[in-house]
């Protein structure tokens, strides 16, 4: 069976930018991983933890929209979290229907560690490539980031 389309050559995928980033971002978290596993927490966990680290107090229903999750595997997450001290949830004061969600003082010590070993990782990543390139890409990356959200409110 023939898959491949007619009349079209071989477009060399590897060098475009979604595939790029999806498969950079994987490579990462799954390097990460690794190097977090002795902490005891699973991606979704130090992901939604690490959210929260930057952003506490949120209601659950802005989490879930920030981290592209739906309410309910969300809130299951929450109960695990929680259920370990490492989250509280507290009643909205401005709307009784939303909880808030702060971390716990208990991530203070693995932060620093989430955060070095982050730092550690993108050195990694980044070897073998001079300090202005890396400053420029990020750049690049972060002018990027802005114009899809700049593009993503104009067609709400």
């Given at each position: 069976m023939e898959t491949k389309k007619q009349g079209a050559g071989p477009r060399d995928l590897g060098r475009s930018l979604g595939f790029l980033v999806h498969d950079v971002a994987r490579l990462m978290r799954r390097a990460f991983d690794r190097r977090v596993k002795h902490l005891g927490l699973t991606r979704s966990q130090w992901f939604v933890l690490v959210h929260?680290?930057?952003?506490?107090?949120?209601?659950?229903?802005?989490?879930?929209?920030?981290?592209?999750?739906?309410?309910?595997?969300?809130?299951?997450?929450?109960?695990?979290?929680?259920?370990?001290?490492?989250?509280?949830?507290?009643?909205?004061?401005?709307?009784?229907?939303?909880?808030?969600?702060?971390?716990?003082?208990?991530?203070?010590?693995?932060?620093n560690e989430i955060i070095s070993v982050g730092e550690t990782l993108t050195d990694d990543i980044f070897s073998g490539i001079d300090k202005s390139a890396r400053e420029e890409f990020l750049s690049v990356l972060v002018k990027a980031k802005s114009n899809l959200i700049a593009k993503e409110q104009q067609e709400v």
């Open positions: 929260l680290y930057r952003t506490d107090g949120q209601t659950q229903r802005h989490l879930a929209q920030e981290l592209d999750m739906e309410r309910a595997p969300l809130s299951k997450l929450l109960d695990r979290l929680e259920s370990g001290s490492w989250i509280e949830r507290r009643a909205d004061p401005d709307d009784r229907r939303a909880n808030r969600v702060y971390i716990t003082h208990k991530i203070d010590p693995i932060m």
